[in-house]
T-cell receptor, first 111, second 116 residues
Framework: QQQVKQSPQSLIVQKGGISIINCAYE??????FPWYQQFPGKGPALLIA?????SEKKEGRFTISFNKSAKQFSLHIMDSQPGDSATYFC??????????FGQGTTLQVKP | GAGVSQTPSNKVTEKGKYVELRCDPI?????LYWYRQSLGQGPEFLIY????????DSGLPNDRFFAVRPEGSVSTLKIQRTERGDSAVYLC??????????????FGQGTRLTVV
């Protein structure tokens, strides 16, 4: 199966700091790159997504940076808050709508 | 309901038994996906339905796993002769239409399956 490699596995950030999570993918046919947020006992929920025709997308405190030539994309969480503590998954999606997820990053924001 | 509903939320079964996991997608969503999430891992694709038909079942690990969606709405994931390695959270997601444009996938809360 096509892989999506995510790093770091875990991240601890002080309240107000910037959280950065990185992902790398292999298949250039993917055309949609979402980030999902998952709280314990819940299903993943879409946080923000980008298509490969743009290099950056910002929604509130969340920004995706996309580097098509390097086949990498990252999530930046500005002014991180304790309520952002969760597991974050990057994913890629091909033409059937099937999502391929990274391994996840557990974020802890300390007050 | 407003979201994707999965039942039961938890299921404990003995090794060798048969189990069924149910998914009620968002009303009107024609695409339905099953994923499996092992502890500490990202969800892994199992099967995709477009309407009543399985458009992609390439993620089903073996022939003990089977899924149906007879009326194009509710889906059931069926696991025969369960093994301890089947223990995981089984997630269902649904989205509008086919293809990739403007088709966000909405996930249910999952069914936690434990095989003892």
């Amino acid at each position: 199966q096509q892989q999506v490699k995510q790093s770091p596995q875990s991240l601890i950030v002080q309240k107000g700091g910037i959280s950065i999570i990185n992902c790398a993918y292999e298949n250039t046919a993917f055309d949609y790159f979402p980030w999902y947020q998952q709280f314990p006992g819940k299903g993943p929920a879409l946080l923000i997504a980008i298509r490969p025709d743009v290099s950056e997308k910002k929604e509130g405190r969340f920004t995706i940076s996309f580097n098509k030539s390097a086949k990498q994309f990252s999530l930046h969480i500005m002014d991180s808050q304790p309520g952002d503590s969760a597991t974050y998954f990057c994913a890629t999606r091909g033409n059937t709508g099937k999502l391929i997820f990274g391994q996840g990053t557990t974020l802890q924001v300390k007050p | 309901g407003a979201g994707v509903s999965q039942t039961p939320s938890n299921k404990v079964t003995e090794k060798g038994k048969y189990v069924e996991l149910r998914c009620d997608p968002i009303s009107g969503h024609t695409a339905l996906y099953w994923y499996r999430q092992s502890l500490g891992q990202g969800p892994e694709f199992l099967i995709y339905f477009q309407g009543t038909g399985a458009a992609d079942d390439s993620g089903l690990p073996n022939d003990r796993f089977f899924a149906v969606r007879p009326e194009g709405s509710v889906s059931t994931l069926k696991i025969q002769r369960t093994e301890r390695g089947d223990s995981a959270v089984y997630l269902c997601a649904s989205s509008q239409g086919r293809g990739t444009r403007n088709t966000e996938a909405f996930f249910g809360q999952g069914t936690r399956l434990t095989v003892v």
